[in-house]
């Protein structure tokens, strides 16, 4: 049957109906219908529920609590539960547990401690996704399935056999040879060479590994989780029609353009409070463009984190509401908190949600009412619109994993959560969110087509995704490629070239790098090429250019044999240009360098002033542009044109001016 049809954008939460007594689902429903609640996520780690012994499947109790919530008018999103496998099957194969770099196995209990790579707990979590897909794959009150949850190759890795002996054999699948690997790592270097791939260890934090071998390992089990997750994908495919996702997090320890390849919907978690928000324009931005579909927001919270604690403030009134908007305003189709109601014993019970444990709507349950309300308000409007812009960066999963091995130049307080390479990108998103422009942050496998603007800040490596010969053709054809500081400097593996200083760079532009300097402390005074000064920051990359290429900003003084060099320059190329950017400049800086590349493409940007980020939304029968002040201070946006606001029935011509966590959903007349 097909599924029910459900207004967009969808407001939900996980729901735990298998931990609580079947009778307070009535009372739990109840309250998601005053809430205004019109989509749960149930089932994601409810595997023994399911399968209390093997192949005995016991769906009765998900079957009642899907026709409960039909009956409300609530639909689901199922999830596969293979993030928490049961006991018995544990039991059955106690080398399913992952082991850590300690050589400790994990134990039952928590989330996702088992190995990808473990054969039994592959086929058993496909055998339990296909139950379920059997049961429940054409349910009219089923819109959607999510696989697991925020699977991730986070801290070292498991050290599992099994993971060891798929890691020699990947690395045989991409070298071919023992000789051709010692030869690319170059391993005479402190006579690391080996004489065969069972030689190659799995990388433990206490040795001064090659970082070559850090890198395999990681790209080894990102791999892993993305197999892993397809196989399950592959089922559900094969037993239904809805849209199918896995739920991930903020971090770059998966590549979310590999994962979501063979997926239909993107799923995205997050929990931020009024200090962290500003990084989601980022990751929503880098959700967008993944998919032609709009993204869904699986998790986030209502009000604060925490599991035995709570580390939390009590966020400003408005923040929820702000926090729920944002996606939306962004690109999505759905934002979903977690939790629906409290846990009432076990894991994160001062985790923020929108009951209580004792079934009491906390503060926020206003704001959630308000955005339910909204959402009904805005839908035909934002069900038949789409972001739309031309400008476009690049953020790549490879880069940072070669940076988490070779930070270039060190990053004071980089961490697995907040990487080198996450916090120089945030600061130049940040440079570009505050100017309004909306960008499209493309994976490396995304198509920038149809845009006319690409930024590729950091970008160690283009030997990835035939990026190389793919920018190349779009600048030939028209575009403007602003090649950023460390762009192109690295080959596939994090290695130097050997015979220039980059893969394309300086090929297409004519210009030579001559140099590549640290300068922590500013010893390295630049120019515009008017006389004003550039500040350039922690470390720059200087050019000899051709005659035809213009000088954007040069070395003034410090260092004599750096005095003249080009730190900036641009450079016709066929039909395009390529603009150089040596460095990570100042903020004022680097929106001069952007302002004077929007005026050569003519590229129009929304126009806001504080923490304001504003979206143009194109269909065939609407066009508008939304806004969401997300820093609790007044901003300002302006319109050319008349524009009515979907959530007052206001209308707007000119400056308007947004209270702290206001939204504008603005509809052009």
């Known amino acids: ?119 039994t707990f592959l086929r ?217 109601r409290q846990h009432w014993a076990g894991h994160e019970l001062m985790h923020g949600a929108v009951l209580y444990a004792s079934g009491r709507p906390m503060h926020t349950f206003g704001e959630v009412q308000e955005l339910a309300k909204g959402f009904g308000e805005c839908a035909d409007f934002l069900e038949n619109t789409r972001v739309r812009t031309d400008f476009a960066m690049i953020a790549s999963t490879t880069t940072d994993y070669l940076m988490k091995q070779q930070e270039v130049v060190w990053e004071e307080g980089s961490h697995q959560w907040e990487t080198a390479y996450t916090k120089r990108l945030m600061r130049i998103y940040d440079a570009i969110a505050e100017t309004g422009i909306r960008p499209d942050v493309l994976t490396p496998m995304g198509s920038f087509e149809g845009h006319s603007i690409l930024f590729t800040p950091f970008l160690l490596t283009l030997e990835e995704e035939n990026l190389q010969s793919r920018i190349t053709d779009w600048v030939e054809k028209g575009g403007i490629w602003i090649a950023g500081p460390m762009t192109d400097i690295r080959n596939d593996i994090g290695a130097h070239y050997r015979d220039r200083e980059t893969g394309i760079l300086e090929e297409l532009t004519g210009a030579t790098l001559v140099q590549q300097i640290p300068d922590a402390e500013h010893r390295t005074p630049c120019a515009w090429a008017d006389g004003t000064e550039f500040r350039a920051n922690k470390w720059l990359q200087l050019y000899e250019v051709p005659d035809d290429a213009e000088v954007l900003a040069t070395v003034t003084g410090g260092y004599s044999a750096l005095v003249g060099k080009a730190v900036a320059f641009r450079k016709k190329v066929g039909k395009g240009e390529i603009w150089v950017l040596g460095t990570e400049p100042s903020r004022e800086d680097l929106v001069r360098l952007l302002k004077a590349v929007l005026d050569k493409t003519g590229s129009i940007q929304p126009k806001v002033t504080g923490k304001v980020a504003a979206a143009y939304r194109f269909g065939s029968e609407f066009r508008g542009i939304c806004a969401q002040e997300y820093g609790g201070k007044a901003g300002t946006l302006v319109v050319s044109r008349p524009h009515t606001d979907l959530l007052t029935g206001e209308t707007y011509t000119g400056n308007i001016a947004l209270d702290p966590w206001q939204t504008l959903i603005l509809q052009e007349d």
């Open 1 to 119: 049957m097909d599924a029910r049809p459900i207004r967009r954008p969808m407001l939900g939460a996980a729901y735990y109906p298998e931990a609580w007594p079947e009778s307070e689902q009535t009372r739990d429903i109840a309250m998601m219908q005053k809430a205004g609640i019109t989509v749960v996520r149930i089932g994601e780690f409810a595997w023994h529920k399911m399968e209390p012994r093997e192949g005995e499947y016991d769906f009765s109790w998900l079957h009642r609590v899907i026709g409960r919530l039909e009956q409300a008018g609530i639909r689901v999103i199922l999830g596969t539960p293979s993030a928490c496998p049961p006991i018995w099957l544990e039991e059955k194969d106690p080398e399913m547990r992952l082991i850590d770099d300690m050589d400790q196995r994990h134990q039952h209990g928590g989330r996702r401690h088992c190995c990808s790579n473990n054969p």
């Open 124 to 340: 058993y979590s496909v055998k339990i996704a296909e139950e379920m897909a059997k049961e429940f794959g054409h349910h009219p009150n089923v819109i959607g399935w999510q696989i697991d949850n925020e699977i991730a190759a986070f801290d070292f890795g498991c050290y599992c056999p099994h993971c060891v002996r798929e890691f020699r054999n990947h690395l045989e699948s991409r070298y071919g040879t023992i000789e051709h690997l010692n030869e690319r790592w170059n391993l005479n270097l402190f006579s690391q060479a080996y004489n065969d791939f069972s030689q190659v260890p799995q990388p433990r934090p206490h040795t001064w590994h090659s970082p070559h071998l850090w890198f395999e390992w990681k790209t080894f089990h990102a791999a892993s989780h993305v197999r892993f997750i397809k196989a399950q994908a592959d089922v559900l495919h094969r037993c239904t029609d809805r849209p199918v996702g896995t739920d991930m997090m903020p971090v770059f320890n998966q590549d979310y353009g590999k994962m979501n390849e063979f997926l239909d919907v993107v799923q995205y978690n997050h929990y931020d409070d009024e200090y962290s928000l500003k990084r989601e324009l980022f990751w929503f931005d880098y959700m967008r463009p993944i998919k032609d579909t709009p993204f869904w927001v699986t998790e986030t919270s209502t009000n604060w984190n925490g599991a035995t604690s709570t580390p939390s403030n009590l966020r400003p009134e408005g923040f929820c509401r702000a926090n729920s908007w944002l996606p939306i305003v962004l690109g999505a189709e759905a934002n979903m908190y977690w939790l629906w």
